[in-house]
């Protein structure tokens, strides 16, 4: 199970830890702390450091009722980091989180390598078509709604039934347009219930039946902060056993803040030859 990134074979048997990196002024957990270009580049080389293998670049927060960034300052935002960071460490695979297709295109020409999209194409009806020609990876998340609304979008007949269905439908739609390396994300926190993102994680492993790399995006997020009654900053340890628990159900990915916690949870579990 490989993916193509700008020609470097990334082999996702051995799962593999992506490192979350907000240059937004709001995000739930890290907002405002990635601004500084000194403090930008300090915290991506810690990420590599740390075990990191892709480094996942975002410009417009996700987090419950967020409020609306123009498609301009999305980039203002996000291509400099780019630039910048390659321009340090040449040989970073960046990851871009966005839903836009401008966006995406404009930051992969700038040497970007994969495409993190929250809504699977939902967003922005020119996002499958233009990753197509991008020819990169393209993660697609399950998510109901928007930022704004999706909180208000929780109700399912049979939740994981639903979302096999709906990543099949995009699964196709990609494959007919020639995308071929995808990666599916079950959206932990996106239009979910806290019982709904349980249920969920409870039945990861049966997203297999789709064949495609699994990423687990469980980082310090309210399932977590909530459940143990304390906030994001305290949610590391409750962070690092749902990540042990995904990577036992079959993520290949763990999207995280926390790199080097991360990466001692793929590298124990190695150990085991799951």
């Known amino acids: ?19 979350i990196l ?27 450091l740390d075990g990191a293998t892709f480094i996942d670049i975002g410009g417009y927060s996700s987090k419950p009722n967020a409020e609306f960034v123009s498609e301009e300052e999305e980039l203002q935002r996000i291509l400099p980091v780019v630039q910048k960071v390659l321009k340090e460490f040449p040989a970073i695979i960046i990851s871009i989180d966005t839903f836009r297709s401008k966006v995406a295109k404009e930051t992969i020409e700038s040497g970007a390598a994969i ?3 929250i809504s699977a194409g939902n967003l922005d009806e020119e996002m499958f078509e233009t990753v197509a020609n991008l020819r990169v990876p393209y993660i697609m ?33 990609a494959r007919s347009l020639g995308i071929n390396d995808l990666i599916i ?64 159900k079959g993520a290949k990915i763990l999207r995280v803040h926390d790199v080097k916690e991360a990466a001692e949870c793929v590298k124990l579990l190695n150990q085991f030859n799951l």
Request: with cysteine.
């Open 22 to 48: 907000n240059v937004t002024p709001n995000s739930f957990y890290d907002g405002g702390k990635h601004f500084d270009e000194k403090l930008i580049l300090q915290q991506v080389e810690k990420m590599l």
């Open 115 to 117: 495409i993190n999209d």
């Open 185 to 248: 994300d079950p959206g932990f926190g996106f239009a979910k219930t806290l019982e709904q993102n349980f249920e969920v994680l409870n039945k990861l492993e049966f997203f297999k039946i789709l064949e495609l790399p699994l990423l687990a995006g469980v980082s310090r997020k309210s399932m977590i902060y909530k459940t143990l009654d304390t906030t994001a900053e305290f949610a590391l340890n409750g962070t690092t056993v749902l990540n042990t628990i995904s990577l036992l």
């Open 141 to 173: 998340m399950h998510m109901r709604g928007t930022p704004q609304t999706m909180q208000k979008m929780t109700h399912y007949e049979d939740i994981v039934k639903e979302m096999i269905f709906y990543f099949s439908e995009k699964v196709a739609k």
């Open 1 to 19: 199970m490989t993916i193509n990134c700008k020609g470097q074979l990334i082999d996702l048997s051995t799962p593999k830890v992506m490192g």
